[in-house]
């Protein structure tokens, strides 16, 4: 069986013990029923943690039984991203070649002492429910903990996909615009937009660019290095001592966000799952439509920590926005959570990352705030959310961190292109009705 047949029937097996149905599981895990379906049917794998946390309380699992399930969904989400980077026989995006079966081996989780810091970033205008404190930091200490687990399987896949694949690299992003940008790509400052009109603000001034951060799927921990980076040549900035993995097709609850396609609806196939959102979007030519959500999971290189001294956002570029269509991936889903938040505005003359706080449950939830602290034992997970309601924007982020070797900032951007979100103000809107199988108004 199959890493993600084997986490399916631990799901179904669960799903009989608890002997809810599919609906009340469905409102619990903040998804649809159909798609709940799907991951107990092995048709589908949950985008994040998050998912299979809820499933495993809601089904009244025991601490053994959700170390099992977690472990599944690690190796299952581990050949998942594995045989996405295989490659193709043909262009579309369906045609993936089927990775050769690996046999994974029983993997001890030994104790994990040390939880990650986890802060959330986004707009408050956006009125995001959910944040997760919680399960990031038992993913993060699953992660962790399973550090045998994620050694042992990195092995089997490099057997498998070799050296060069199935890891994030640096400059090399999935989603629109991994290929040569269009019309949905983003246009280098300067450039006509695809209606023929201008940007109004040009790129960052002059200057060494910081390092870009790698755009991809969910990250796992790097082991902890003892060695200390590298030195910088004389008048060169110094190494960032930093590893991030970005995600740019993060949805809030896992199931809410809209994309601007200027594909009709006739010709535009149903909503994927988050997991899918990012070839789903790209086959579509379609854009993050008003908001966009950047999981940003960071890590230290050496043995000591390094502090993170601020967030600043770059705007390279704004036109005007394209009349698109927009498709909603979700027609009513969420939770009773909200965060607190970095707020951005992108139609902001210089957009702030500017703190806010939340609530759970009645309890305040304070506001974040820098400096903060990272280490290899210690990540760091930044969820950014932008937001605008009148301009198509490419933008990115400078991270600022300083350590004893040196200081300087770090790109946090697509891959190593700007991140590019876009008003979808007055253009029409359609969801997917699943009873006829199309999208409607």
């Not at 042992?152 to 629109?176: I, K, N, S, Y």
């Amino acid at each position: 069986m199959s890493e993600a047949g084997d986490f399916a029937r631990l799901m179904r097996e669960l799903k009989g013990r608890g002997g809810l149905s599919y609906g009340v599981l469905a409102r619990r895990l903040h998804t649809s029923t159909s798609t709940l379906h799907r991951y107990c049917n092995g048709e589908a794998l949950p985008a994040e943690f998050a998912v299979v946390d809820r499933f495993a309380r809601a089904c009244g699992a025991s601490a053994a039984e959700a170390v099992d399930l977690h472990r599944a969904w690690l190796l299952a989400d581990a050949r998942r991203r594995s045989g996405a980077a295989a490659p193709r026989p043909g262009p579309g995006p369906e045609a993936m070649a089927e990775p050769a079966p690996v046999s994974a081996p029983e993997l001890p989780v030994p104790a994990v002492a040390a939880e990650p810091t986890v802060l959330v970033v986004g707009p408050a205008a956006v009125g995001d429910p959910v944040v997760r404190p919680s399960w990031y930091r038992r993913r993060a200490a699953v992660v962790a903990a399973a550090g045998l687990a994620a050694g042992a399987l990195a092995v089997a896949l490099l057997a498998v996909t070799g050296p060069d694949r199935g890891t994030p690299q640096a400059g090399a992003g999935a989603g629109p615009g991994a290929g040569p940008r269009g019309p949905a790509g983003s246009a280098p400052a300067g450039t006509p937009s695809a209606d023929g009109t201008a940007p109004t603000e040009s790129a960052p001034g002059p200057g060494p660019t910081p390092p870009s951060a790698a755009s991809g799927g969910p990250a796992a921990a790097p082991a902890p290095s003892s060695a200390p980076p590298p030195a910088a040549a004389p008048g060169q900035a110094p190494a960032a001592p930093l590893r991030a993995a970005v995600r740019s097709h993060v949805w809030a609850a896992g199931c809410d966000h809209a994309y601007l396609s200027e594909r009709g609806p006739a010709s535009v196939p149903p909503p994927p799952v988050e997991a899918d959102a990012p070839a789903w979007a790209s086959a579509q030519r379609a854009v993050h439509a008003g908001n966009q959500i950047v999981e940003v999971t960071l890590h230290g290189t050496g043995g000591g920590a390094v502090v993170l001294e601020g967030l600043e956002v770059r705007v390279a570029a704004r036109r005007t926005p394209p009349a698109w269509n927009v498709y909603e991936m979700s027609q009513g889903c969420g939770g009773g959570l909200t965060p607190a938040v970095f707020a951005v505005n992108l139609d902001a003359p210089r957009p702030l990352a500017r703190p806010v706080a939340g609530n759970d449950a009645g309890n305040r939830l304070p506001a974040p705030s820098f400096p903060m602290r990272v280490s290899a034992a210690e990540p760091v997970v930044l969820r950014v959310a932008a937001a605008t309601t009148g301009c198509d924007c490419d933008w990115s982020l400078d991270l600022r961190w300083s350590s004893p070797a040196g200081s300087g900032t770090l790109r946090i951007d697509d891959g190593g292109r700007p991140l590019r979100t876009s008003a979808a103000t007055g253009r029409p809107v359609y969801g997917y009705a699943l009873e006829q199988g199309r999208w409607s108004r």
